[in-house]
């Protein structure tokens, strides 16, 4: 069985402490949902795993699958099935999504994976996430509408197909069906793979399409408390101060602003999601 375990992580950019000591443990086909307040240390936390180089390991250790994650370059890292779903996917110009795509599947492979192969599969996929039938031939994320890019994320997750998979509010800009369609790929993939999960959103809207086994709220750099999905639903409904009230912590000043999460509950969107799963 395939773990990620997390042990006293410490991360630091540019010198500022963020992470102050994290354990985690995920195993394989496990949903968890990381959820806080802005600024206290959910992408940090996913960009330690991947190994953005902005992002300083000052202490502690992961492994996944018993190898030292941290002693691994980002691509190897990403070869041993850990893959990282962006909250903000770059534009690269003048590279088309079947070349980034096919070159990342090849370096996974002994042999590389056919022309055939590769364009059926690439079909079967956009019509999965419901993308437009010219994807293949278009420049990375160039030109892409915010949802186009989060679902694009979800198209190179179903090809490259990793063991592990970290989703950085890949929810944010989606509409309802939006929503539904990467919920459905997501989950389809789960199915097929037995692909683990830790997903950073602020509603439970989402995780009632992809329902986690665990939740955990991660207060200034540290995960403060953790339930099932009934605790995202929670925090969802209610925020953060009654965590605040309940573990006597005092919320930093910057976090004033962030801290009262929205309910979706009580926004139209969430209201006609609703009225679709009925």
């Not at 996929?125 to 160039?142: C, G, P, S, V």
């Not at 912590?249 to 929205?262: F, L």
Request: with cysteine; charged share 25%.
């Amino acid at each position: 069985m395939k773990s990620l375990i997390i042990k006293d992580l410490h991360v630091s950019v540019e010198d500022k402490e963020i992470l102050k000591g994290v354990d985690l443990t995920i195993n394989e086909n496990e949903v968890h949902a990381l959820m806080g307040p802005n600024g206290n240390g959910k992408s940090t936390l996913l960009a330690a795993i991947m190994g953005h180089p902005k992002y300083t390991v000052t202490q502690g250790s992961i492994t996944y699958d018993g190898r030292d994650v941290l002693a691994m370059p980002v691509d190897e890292r990403s070869k041993a099935g850990i893959f990282l779903a962006m909250q903000y996917p770059q534009e690269i110009p003048g590279v088309t999504n079947s070349d980034f795509l096919r070159a990342a599947m090849n370096v996974r492979r002994e042999t590389p994976v056919s022309l055939f192969t590769f364009i059926r599969q690439m079909e079967k996929t956009i019509k999965d996430l419901q993308m437009k039938e010219d994807l293949a031939h278009r420049f990375l994320n160039e030109g892409f509408s915010g949802g186009e890019k989060k679902r694009n994320e979800i198209v190179q997750m179903e090809m490259l197909k990793p063991s592990f998979s970290m989703l950085d509010e890949i929810d944010s800009g989606l509409d309802v069906d939006a929503m539904h369609i990467v919920a459905d790929a997501v989950n389809n993939l789960r199915r097929e793979t037995g692909m683990s999960l830790i997903i950073v959103s602020h509603y439970d809207r989402f995780f009632e399409l992809i329902v986690p086994q665990f939740t955990h709220v991660l207060v200034d750099g540290r995960i403060v408390m953790e339930g099932d999905a009934d605790l995202a639903i929670r925090v969802d409904r209610e925020g953060y101060d009654w965590i605040y009230r309940e573990l006597n912590i005092q919320p930093a000043a910057k976090e004033e602003a962030s801290r009262k999460v929205t309910s979706l509950g009580v926004c139209a969107v969430n209201q006609k999601a609703r009225s679709q799963a009925k």
